[in-house]
């Protein structure tokens, strides 16, 4: 009977749970599900900077230390932080509606008790850059757009710009507040939080994203050419400078004189969900294979593990990973923080004498499925500051990202999420490049 349940967990995406839920004590369990079901359970929600995310610290470092790992320790740092506060939204006119609405990070508050003012609609973001200067004064912006999924994720970068870039450039026009759709690709009456910034001299603004249902509402009243008025709390507002820190830990390779190859993911999450597939999967999958890639011996290389802090507020604990450790050589670098659904296409950045390193590397993927692509890794953003320091290798193992936008930064970022085979899969695939890169004795170089 469990097995059948397994198999209708694989083929039944959104059944991932129950499966795994009904296993006997110790069945199809792993030390990647352990990590990733107690983190989110035992933890929870890890903003940057607050107390949840000091106790994942704590948590991971005990964790990591009861694993094996040597050499487990935190590297403080400090951020500058931002708390969320209470947060409601209603259109008032034309018609009384309720709205789902989060803030967005580094967002400042609205006046005591609110703000009522006209909201203006705007359907991309080029569309409110259109805008003549000053003609928002008193008003709210509402930029609306059109982000659909995609199996790479490559929507991301360019919808996303609605969150980062938008605030800001409403604040510039004289905008009061501003709302946007959030950046994400469900249907669902989940609203998307996410970081925001304004460049100095770019006076801050109360900042908030609506569920998708909700911005298809205020899509379709704008449409009729009535005026739009929002009632408009949000509470979040920036404070700090706040504590955070990375833990980092080592699994010693036979030959200490080898730069050793470093797997990062980050371990704080935003607020609304407890952070299951952004990103204590990543956590989870990189910790479990490096541990598994000792299996058999003892590689030549030394495997560290990066479990960063403060990624989602502005990368800082790759920032700080860099200045920590810049003077010390690194061979490889790789990042998991797109989920936990299956790795389908493997990139690399590499220096013309490790070609075929790479192609061994290729070569023992294709059976799980994994394809090659031409196009330069890159990272991420808990590495990228260490690649760019010491111009590392790179190899990205990239996870299929149809759902991902669905889930990420909303109340929906949940465990349940998680389909154990995927999980699995992840780690089946670098467990398989960990061995490899870990036991090469030659030089490992990036691109000149």
Known sequence: MLKTLARVAVAAPFAFLSAHALAAPGEGRDVAWDILADLTTEVGPRLAGSEREAAARDWAVARLKALGFANVRSEPFTIPGWIRGAETAQLTAPYPQPLHITALGNSVATPAGGLTAELVYFASLDALKAAPDASLKGKVAFVDHAMRANQDGSGYGPFGQVRRAGPALASRKGAVAIVIRSVGTDSNRDPHTGVTGFPEGVAPIPAGAVSAPDAALIARIAATGKPVRIALVLEGHPVGPLPSGNVVADLPGRDPKLPPILVGCHLDSWDLGTGAIDDAAGCAIVAAAALRAQQGGKPLRTIRVLWAGSEENGGFGGVAYAKAHGAEPHALAMESDFGADRVWRLKFAFANGNQPLADRIAAALLPLG?????????????????????????????????????????????????DPAQLEQNVAAWTAVLKIVADEAGPISGPN
């Open 370 to 418: 994994i394809v090659r692509n031409d196009e330069r890794a890159n990272g991420g953003t808990d590495v990228a500051p260490i690649i760019t320091a010491q111009k590392l290798a790179v190899i990205d193992l990239e996870q299929d990202g149809t759902r991902y936008f669905d889930l990420h930064h909303t109340p929906d970022d949940t465990l349940d999420k998680v």
